[in-house]
């Protein structure tokens, strides 16, 4: 599976509200390496902008509603159109001298990009990291995390370093990041922190 198929394939089964990504794909004459890229130069630039709103005065009125209404064509250029709406409303609430407003609204909206920045990271990451050739799974085997289980109540490495092994052996839709901790415990033998996480698991 090429970059191209992929990212086709995390995009058809992902969902971050507000974001349409159909849209997104389309806009960019249906080329899904183009979205990710755009995608890519969002989660790098936004936040300078971002850290311009939160500076907010009542002096500052005027120039906040040209910021924001730069974020907001940031975020309509991806299809994310909760986001947009949001700023839209700060916008022509800075744009009446609705101080009140613009103040109320500004935390929730920052809150609210960083957010879908986040996300838009963690699906950029999944597309990317995607290369590497091993076969998908919808989540971590739970009987392997049951052996895991096991052994670190035990302190039985072998049997622990077996059971990551196979683990790792796969990539996964979601909780892939917790094959990742259990590594890195084994690793710094965090025995009791792995059976406090998966005693809580399973």
């Not at 670190?152 to 990551?164: G, H, I, K, P």
């Amino acid at each position: 599976m090429d970059e191209k198929e992929r990212a086709l394939e995390v995009f058809s089964r992902t969902n971050i509200e507000g974001l349409n990504l159909t849209e997104g794909i389309a806009r960019f004459g249906g080329n899904p390496k183009l979205y990710l890229k755009i995608m890519k130069t969002f989660i790098d630039n936004i936040g300078p902008h971002l850290d311009t709103l939160a500076a907010l005065t009542p002096e500052g009125l005027e120039a906040y509603g040209i910021e924001v209404h730069g974020v907001k064509g940031s975020c309509y250029g991806i299809s994310a159109y909760k986001e947009g709406d949001m700023a839209k409303e700060l916008e022509i609430a800075a744009k009446e001298n609705n101080y009140t407003k613009v103040e109320m609204g500004n935390a929730p909206f920052i809150a609210a990009v960083n957010e879908l920045k986040a996300k838009l990271s963690m699906l950029v990451a999944e597309i990317e990291g995607g290369s590497s050739g091993k076969p998908r799974k919808p989540e971590p085997d739970k009987a392997v995390l049951a052996v895991m289980l096991r052994a670190s109540r035990d302190f039985d490495v072998e049997r622990m370093q077996e059971a990551l092994k196979s683990l790792e052996d796969y990539e996964y839709e979601k909780d892939g990041d917790l094959v990742k901790w259990l590594g890195e415990q084994v690793t710094n033998f965090g025995y009791d922190k792995i059976e406090e996480r998966l005693g809580s698991i399973l």
